[in-house]
């Protein structure tokens, strides 16, 4: 299928992409990487009017560490996270998960904003904002905002952003360098989306206790779910595979899955007891702790 026909818009600066959203709202769609869009305009799943291409707009792409966050442009393509000395420093979780993300080819043109934006429930950059408390800065004609992800996504690929605004950046909270992490993710083939996924990460004390634990699954609720009984059970707790097993069932209880052709919803909440459990053993072994 061919999208229907539209009038191409290519804006030099942010500035003229967001006058033309306050312009046109509703009738227009953003266009980055076109990994997501462009199928969705091929079926005929959204068929606007005005298609603003922001593709080369330079200002946009940018990885940095500023206020004890890493900051990402909604530019900056996978492959650019992937290859980052800075990203596999201060934030390898979000590494190991972009690597999950389709094939190489997808991951040289997909932005990390178009995926942020697209909101589908079983991506894993919205499994990694949530479980890091990340926050997505949106910007619009008048200005800029700041919100958390648990009030940007609101349901399956539906999001918090009105027409007239744009993701302009994301906003990963920096964690202990002796953070362990793990993402763990089950999906019919690599590269395909996952039917589960959960990404973790703890901070041990030095008595080997969980003084931090982030976790949050993906692809079992319309949007990506925080596993916050799982994390307040492991806080000051010394991992055994007790534990892990109490954890992983706490998780699973937060889940609320549809079942499809893929998969039955007890499955999906079956896989997230045990990836759970799986990226907490990794998460805590990495973090220098030795299950009992």
């Not at 697209?118 to 904002?129: K, M, S």
């Not at 996504?153 to 539906?158: I, K, N, P, R, V």
């Not at 952003?161 to 362990?180: I, N, S, T, Y």
């Not at 990460?201 to 949050?216: F, K, T, Y």
Request: one cysteine or more; proline letters at 5%; aromatic letters at 6%.
């Amino acid at each position: 299928m061919k999208p229907a026909s539209f009038e191409y818009l290519r804006p030099t600066s942010l500035e003229e992409a967001l006058r033309y959203l306050a312009d046109l709202g509703e009738d227009a769609k953003i266009l980055s990487g076109g990994q997501s869009l462009i199928p969705v305009l091929n079926m005929r799943l959204s068929t606007p009017k005005y298609l603003i291409d922001i593709g080369r707009l330079e200002e946009l792409s940018y990885i940095r560490e500023e206020d004890g966050c890493l900051v990402i442009g909604a530019l900056t393509r996978h492959a650019e996270l992937e290859s980052s000395p800075l990203v596999k420093e201060r934030c390898p979780l979000l590494l190991e998960a972009v690597r999950w993300i389709g094939h190489p080819q997808i991951r040289q043109r997909g932005t990390i904003g178009g995926s942020i934006a697209h909101a589908d429930p079983a991506a894993e950059l919205p499994c990694v904002l949530a479980a890091l408390r990340g926050e997505i800065v949106i910007a619009h004609a008048d200005g800029e905002e700041t919100v958390g992800a648990d009030a940007f996504f609101l349901t399956y690929m539906l999001t918090a952003l009105q027409p007239d605004q744009m993701v302009k950046e994301l906003r990963f909270p920096l964690l202990p360098e002796a953070c362990g992490y793990a993402f763990a993710e089950v999906a019919r083939r690599h590269g395909d989306f996952a039917l589960v996924e959960v990404a973790a990460a703890i901070v041990l004390d030095e008595r080997g206790e969980v003084s931090l634990a982030r976790l949050a699954a993906g692809g079992a609720n319309p949007v990506p779910c925080v596993l916050e009984e799982a994390e307040e059970f492991l806080i000051g707790k010394v991992a055994d595979d007790s534990v892990l097993e109490e954890a992983g069932a706490l998780a699973s209880e937060r889940v609320d899955p549809d079942g499809d052709l893929h998969g039955s919803a007890d499955y999906r909440r079956s896989l997230v007891k045990t990836l759970t459990k799986r990226a907490l053993h990794t998460a805590i072994t990495r973090a220098g702790g030795t299950l009992r």
